[in-house]
């Protein structure tokens, strides 16, 4: 399993941006694929994206399309992190959002919450209208 750290989060406006980030320590970090999942108060916690190890491909919610952007850094000088740029945010995309980890090579998996094995503490979103 790995250790992760989200960072990045804040208050916006609607239609401003905000960056997160994911960090760990581990080496082995490339292995793995990355998600982004959030959760808004009262609701269940959704898919928002997914990129896998080389940064290559990345898969988004229908919601975010267009407007997230996921990247990734697979190396210790930049201490294996991943990003999440979200631009034009709206007051829906308040949330508490969460980065986490899988294994899984299939890109149809990469949506559901039980492949991932590893999850960190979240960092809040909120978007003012």
């Known amino acids: 399993q790995l250790r992760l750290v989200e960072s990045g989060g804040g208050l916006v406006q609607a239609g401003g941006s905000l960056r997160l980030s994911c960090a760990t320590s581990?080496?082995?970090?490339?292995?793995?694929?990355m998600g982004w999942f959030r959760q808004a108060p009262g609701k269940e916690r959704e898919f928002v994206g997914a990129?896998?190890?080389?940064?290559?491909?990345?898969?988004?919610?229908d919601s975010v399309k267009g407007r997230f952007t996921l990247s990734r850094d697979n190396t210790k000088s930049t201490g294996y992190t991943i990003h999440m740029q979200m631009n034009n945010l709206k007051p829906e995309d308040t949330a508490v959002y969460y980065c986490?980890?899988?294994?899984?090579?299939?890109?149809?998996?990469?949506?559901?919450?039980?492949?991932?094995?590893?999850w960190g503490q979240g960092t809040q979103v909120t978007v003012s209208s």
């Open positions: 581990r080496r082995t970090f490339s292995r793995y694929v």
């Open positions: 986490a980890a899988t294994e899984s090579q299939l890109s149809e998996t990469w949506s559901r919450m039980n492949e991932y094995t590893s």
């Open positions: 990129i896998n190890y080389s940064g290559g491909i990345s898969t988004y919610h």
